[in-house]
């Protein structure tokens, strides 16, 4: 398939409840970043040339902790649309949301500057950063509690996260009762061993044999740049643009170097889009998957 026409939708809902579409022909830039790790995922923006009130209603100030701005990014490419509709009249003719989800979180920063004739509206996104500054805990558990639901409990006491996949560490009952008080991330950390990620505001707890269950992700020779390349227990791979991933699923790797074919499970990765209507810039990501020696359980 032809890597090529790419398109992209950027949701940004206010705490009003509005609601800012942002589409082509806007030109467009974004570093995503997405792992398993027990850390916020990001994402740096710039569009160009916004009107002067969608740049006023988005500005926020990193300092803002209390300023919740939900953001959705979809990208992807035109031959992988389907359109429902093609009422000329429907406003959204053309601009399917059906393009894949690369990153949700909330707004970190936003700010505008003039640059030459142009317009630059930058932004900072974390996925769970809000949750995790605003969520405290205090609370108590009996003996025989389940596991999970202490876990969920934990996830509620954190605004605008929802519990994820949860694996093995979840399983089964407390063997006595317990008490937590304090910032919530840091006692859920505590209570995983540091198996918890956020992901697209979804709390996911996963031990290291443990993979999210679903479709598995082909990665063939066509959509590598390089050959893999291996790093102490990682397999980095330099691709195509591929927004299909997901931090915890599995990858089906086919290269040219045999050696690395297989299945693995995605540690991470780096999204890197453009789209100018100007001019062609480059898109790429670049994946890290667990090369380790183990057998994965999937986990619904």
Request: hydrophobic share 35%; proline share 4%.
């Amino acid at each position: 398939m032809s890597k090529v026409n790419r398109s992209y939708e950027v949701q940004i809902l206010l705490p009003s409840g509005e609601l800012i579409t942002i589409t082509p022909p806007f030109s467009m830039s974004c570093q995503v970043e997405r792992h398993m790790m027990a850390t916020v995922n990001t994402c740096t923006m710039d569009i160009k040339n916004l009107g002067l009130s969608n740049r006023n209603k988005i500005f926020k100030d990193r300092y803002d902790f209390t300023k919740y701005i939900q953001v959705i990014i979809k990208a992807g490419y035109l031959e992988d649309l389907q359109i429902a509709s093609f009422n000329i009249n429907n406003p959204n003719f053309g601009k399917s949301t059906s393009l894949p989800q690369i990153f949700q979180g909330n707004v970190y920063e936003a700010y505008s500057y003039k640059e030459g004739t142009e317009w630059i509206t930058h932004f900072e996104f974390h996925d769970g950063l809000y949750g995790i500054q605003n969520g405290n805990i205090s609370a108590s558990f009996q003996a025989g509690t389940d596991k999970a639901q202490i876990m969920k409990n934990m996830i509620a006491s954190m605004p605008n996260l929802l519990p994820g996949v949860f694996g093995e560490l979840t399983q089964g009952q407390s063997g006595r009762g317990q008490a937590f008080v304090g910032q919530s991330w840091e006692v859920l950390n505590e209570q995983t061993q540091g198996q918890v990620f956020i992901d697209n505001e979804k709390v996911h707890i996963l031990s290291k044999n443990e993979v999210i269950a679903g479709q598995i992700i082909n990665l063939d020779s066509s959509s590598l740049k390089t050959t893999p390349r291996r790093r102490d227990a990682f397999l980095d791979c330099e691709c195509l643009f591929s927004p299909e991933l997901e931090p915890g699923k599995i990858v089906a790797l086919t290269s040219l170097y045999p050696a690395y074919n297989g299945q693995y499970r995605i540690e991470g990765f780096n999204h890197n889009f453009e789209y100018s209507e100007a001019e062609c810039g480059d898109s790429s990501t670049r994946v890290s998957l667990n090369a380790g020696a183990m057998a994965f359980k999937a986990v619904a």
